[in-house]
Structures are given as C-alpha cells and as structure tokens.
C-alpha cells in the first residue's frame, strides 16, 4: 500500500529543509583585539569583564559565518567566540610570512565559521600591491566547497581616511586600487559562474547614490550591494568623552553578493548603551544578514 503524507506534514518538512538553507553572515571589526595589549593601542587593552560584554554580544547575534578584522591572534578571538567555530585567519599570519608583520600587533582578518559547515581555506588576496605590505589582505574561503552551489567568500579591511567623495590624495589613490582588485576578483568568480559574497570594514560609504568606489568594485560585474540601503544606528563610546556615547551618520562596514543569492535586509547588532560605556567593545558594530 503507497504511503501518504499529509499536507501539514509536507510542508513541515519543506520548511525545515528551508530554514536549514539560511545561513547567517556577519562582518565585525573587532579594534585590535589581541591577548597581548599593547600600550599605542588602548583599545587593546581589555580586561576579563570586556571580553565576558563582546561574547553576550556575539552570542545575541547567532551567526554562522563571520568576516572578522582587527583580530591579532586566536587565543583572543576564542574569549569572544567560543569553541564552537572553526577559525581561518589571513596567511599573512603564518610564520613564512614574518615580513608581512607587524613585531608588536597586528590586524588580521578571517573567518570564524560554526562547526560542521565544510569549509575550504584558500590563499590570501592582497589588495594592496606594495611588496612588503603588512595590510590589506583579504581572507578567502570556499563554503560549501563539494555542493552544488559552493559559495566564495572573502573578509575585508581597506584603507582608512577616504570614506566620501574621491580626492587627490594617497589614502583615496590607495583605495580605489584595492576597489580594481577588489573588482578583478568579482570578475574572474563570475566568469567561472562561482556565488560569492565579500563581507568587511570598507571604511567608506558604498551605498551613497552614484559612489565612486562602489562603481569601481562593481564594473562590469552584476554584484550586489546587499547593504546598500542599511541605516547606520550604531552607538559607539566616543574618543573625546568616554562617558557619552557617538552615532556615525554613514556605513562603512558593508556585504557585497553575486546576482544568484537571495538575501534578506542586512542590518547592524547593535550594543547595548551600557556596554558601551562601561566596556571597551568596539568602535564598528557587526553587520549581519541572512542568505537563502
């Protein structure tokens, strides 16, 4: 006799099988987060009850990929993170690549992904082509590497100073040559059909109308600014008085897709004021959104 399903039963299982395909990704600049503080840097200089205040944080967000930047060392990221994720740190940060460090601290970008999600490590692109450079280089993992639809992703930091309107100067000369190569690797995954996603701390607002930069990552590509009209709302302590609190008026912290993912609204984990205040989180809050 041929089994029946009832209806509601069918379409419990079809949303399992859908909820399973949503994953959650976040970028998080996390401002010189190291186990080894260093006195230039006091941001890095963080005491057990931060570190406690940044992982109430990321837990309240559940994400299953995280683009991170700033990070020094894994020992640190494990205060904020757990143990439940598995950890790809930029190959600047081997030991064959001493001279692309820094001998004190240093920012790397990576990934932390939940555990049992296959992930494929793949070499560093360096955005920033001077031969000794000790920044800018992106993180590259292949998620999924062995399904049908295995997804591309790089963790992002580009140069600071040159968040609006191009002007003649080194930071933003600087910048838009990370944006060509930025756009060299859209390129080449389009070409080989390959879904992607580039998640990070772009310092500069990509989704103000007609912005330089964004066409210059974008051209001749079908990318996605997925970001593209997230507010900013996040609260950060201020620099010129650590008992008040500063809202930035634009995004810089963005997540760019190819044209065959579907996403919802990206949008900022927000702190909580006290935390702000009280703790040295950070001065970027984590972006997240979902992809089908």
């Not at 990704?25 to 190291?34: H, I, K, V």
């Not at 990221?77 to 598995?86: A, M, N, S, T, W």
């Not at 990318?223 to 302590?237: D, G, I, M, N, S």
Request: charge should be positive.
């Amino acid at each position: 006799m041929q089994k029946t399903w009832p209806i509601l039963s069918v379409l419990t299982l079809l949303g399992s099988f859908n909820s399973y395909a949503d994953t959650v990704y976040s970028a998080w600049n996390l401002e010189w987060l190291s186990s080894h503080p260093s006195a230039k840097f006091k941001p890095s200089q963080r005491e057990l009850q931060d570190y406690q205040a940044l992982r109430e944080h990321f837990a309240s967000f559940n994400s299953d990929v995280v683009a991170f930047q700033e990070v020094n060392d894994k020992q640190a990221l494990r205060k904020v993170i757990g143990d439940e994720y598995q950890v790809y740190f930029s190959h600047r940060s081997l030991g064959e690549n001493q001279y692309h460090q820094f001998s004190d601290i240093n920012q790397y970008t990576g990934f932390a992904v939940k555990s049992g999600v296959p992930v494929e490590d793949k070499p560093d692109i360096q955005l920033d082509l001077a031969r000794n450079s000790k920044l800018r280089f992106a993180s590259y993992v292949v998620l999924y590497p062995e399904s049908t639809q295995p997804i591309h992703a790089l963790s992002v930091h580009l140069k600071a100073r040159c968040s609006g309107a191009y002007k003649d100067s080194k930071a933003c000369r600087t910048l838009k040559a990370q944006g060509e190569q930025l756009n060299k690797w859209i390129q080449a995954r389009e070409d080989n059909n390959d879904a992607y996603v580039i998640l990070g701390d772009f310092n500069h607002n990509l989704g103000y109308n007609g912005d330089w930069l964004w066409k210059g990552i974008s051209k001749g590509t079908d990318a996605t600014l997925a970001t593209k009209t997230t507010k900013a709302k996040c609260k950060v302590k201020s620099r010129n008085n650590p008992n008040k609190t500063h809202q930035f008026k634009s995004l810089i912290d963005h997540i760019i897709v190819s044209s065959d993912l579907a996403f919802g609204s990206p949008k900022q984990n927000l702190y909580k004021v006290d935390d702000v205040l009280n703790h040295q989180m950070s001065d970027h809050c984590p972006i997240s959104v979902t992809i089908k």
